[in-house]
């Protein structure tokens, strides 16, 4: 790694003042900021578009792909135009050869896939490399021809954004244009090639050449780009807004425009920073601008963001825990043979070892249940207990009958009853749907209940209560089985 | 010792020698790589070593070499675990995962050695792309049999013990774990009800993956060690429908591409085209592709050509 590092040293330039940064920010610090801004979030705009679609495709690591095959398209075309024109730094030229290769590439990645042997992810690193390799050997020719010195090339390979002029920006934003325009027009059709090809091809859509099109079109992106932010980081720009913007929504229409959104973001906050921070290159300042706003969205996208996930989750046991605890209070008052209505007493103790809940837990559940006014809180007296059928369970010391648990007890209100009725009647649809029809033995039936209850919807109950009372087992909609399973069998010691 | 002579053994040997070693380390491994369809995994590692280089460079404020390897192996492993984690999380296929994770390393590689560069310092972000194996040199002294003596292996440069160290691992890592490796690679539940864990040998593979890619890095370059990763797997495979050997040619590939790469781009070309050397990593890579597009036309079973031939005249059935 000695051959990595030259000495040199260069003086560090004054930082700008706020004031300049507030003018680069408002598109006025000059005529070559602005032009390399308005560049950057057009760039951005395209790139986000068909972006979204190749991701969606499949077709993310094409464009990476392709990005490489540019190599040697620049230093061919350099190379051809230096010998018979001497015009070897016209852009139009390079970008045309570049464009070459590149189709070329991606022409090559469609021909082994058709071979059949090696498969996608090896067809792309496999021309990738060495069209890239090939792109090497003919630079390091140009660079030791009389007169080559890379030819300014080695601009393409990093991007040099600040080099971008007027013309730079008005192709962009042609490009820009007609990828929206494209897109636009085809939408149903890209739609379709996205999600399901087989079915488009059945009705008519030519999905090849929508293909190709599309190619044409990232192929287009990654020509422009070059400039901008370079071969090895031309992808980002299709890449990293559509995956953030996936994150999202779960609507094509919608996450284009996001994409779009999130590239000229990345775009305008790269050249911004590059602009008011010295030796910060703009393509990969603007790779990094687009990777951070990845990172927010990861964290904080309504639709499939990390936070969103969590959330969800958490509300949802928060859901099921407080059915359960009313569905065991339920069960412990139809197993002492009592109504289960609003007022009757459970001690606290006797409801924790139903389900074994944590201490913490149950707390934490009882407090959100009594906050929505399901159940109360009050003591229970000591005192002899009544014995029942069943008896209680008698762990802890407790013999059968001679004391009761004093303390702490719970209590249904009108409302929580009616809840715990309603939680309990799906619980036992459900069982007895399991035991009548799916032949499962009645001891295990609970558990397996339990996993779905919570999910049954209105309609599936409606469903459920048809089938039953069709078969005579359900008197009428809206009423509780019993159990098909001794209730205090469970916990089991 | 005559000139000419001298000029090999201090020049071409041990950079013809570097590569060979980085390309038969990356392809032997490759293999496996390429059989778990992780074929772009070698790219994103190749690019995200970047800021771990750099990284590994400025914390140490020196150009030692452990911090430097350090840094880098730990920026690759730190982008699969994160193209994993990214791939989870955000659900995307594993290739659009890829590209957020390297992109993102690499850019950030790029903006630290610009900071460098700021604070006087000059990392070549050049020979990153390109690789430095013409700057392999050894100076022996001029007597053969002086040679092999002691004094004198001891000025064999470091990066050819670095890449002959890592080709010799991963060789032997292949040939102990082959049996293992191959069934984690076709079955990993076989494999885990076998007994023992895939999931750690496939962590090993990218270890020594990460290894062979720093090592290799600065001998080719990051997207030509994608090349050596890709390309020897890949024309074997296309040879051969058995795994063991597919690894054995692709071993016999790697050399011949790291020794004619080398005679092509130091020797055949310039006399050819009678003009300078040119790029000996970029030239390995071109003569993979080469040798790719002759196995894909004439391999025995798999060739275009051969099918196209088999299907014109027909194999006729015993009579």
Redesign the interface.
Known sequence: ??????????P?PPGLAEADLLRILLFQAGYNTTVVTVSTVLLGIGGGVIGSLA?LR?R??M??ALA?CTLPGLALAFLVFERFAGAGRTLAVLLAGASLTALVGGLAVAA?LR?????D??A???V??????????L???VQ??PGGHQGGL?RF??GQAAALQVHDAVLLGLVAVLATAVVAVLFKELRLLCFDPEYGATLGVPVQALDLLLMFLVLLIVVVGLQAVGL??A??VL??PP?GA??WTERLGVMVVVAAGLGALSGYAGAVVSASV????T??????C??AL?GIS?LIAPA?G?LAAVLRLARLRWRVGREHVLRALYELLEADRRVPQAGVVVPLARLRRRRNWRRGTLVLLLAGLWASGAVRLCRVRGGPVVPTFLGDSTRNGEARGSRSESGLGVQLTERGASQAARVVRNHRLWETFLVTHAHMAPSRVDRTADLIEHALGEERVRELEALLQAEGRLPHPGATLPSPHPLLSEPGP | MSDAWYQFVSQDLPAMLTGTFAVLACGVLGNFLLLRRLALLGDAISHSVLPGLVGGFLLAGSRGRLPMFAGAAGAGLAAVVLVELVRRLARLESGAAMGVVFTVFFALGVVLIERAHARGVDLDPDCVLHGMLEAVFWFPPRQWDQLLSPATLALVPRELWTTGAVAGIAALFVTLFFKELRVATFDPELATALGFNARTLHLVLMLLVAAAVVAAFEAVGAILVVAMLVCPPAIARLLTDRLAAQVWMSALVSVVIGVGGYALAGWVMPRILNGPDLNAAGMMATLAGVLLLAALLFSPRYGWLTRRWHTRCPVRPPA
């Open positions: 790694m000695t051959g990595l590092i030259l000495n040199a040293t260069i560090i991701l499949g993310a690591m464009s990476d490489h082994i071979h059949g042997r090696l498969r992810d090896t792309l690193a496999v990738l490399a060495v069209f890239f390799g090939v792109g090497i050997v630079l390091s020719y030791k021809i080695g390979i990093y090895v980081l992808v980002a890449i990293i995956a996936r994150l010295p030796h910060a290159p393509g990969a300042v603007i790779v990094l687009a990777g990845f990861l499939r990390v």
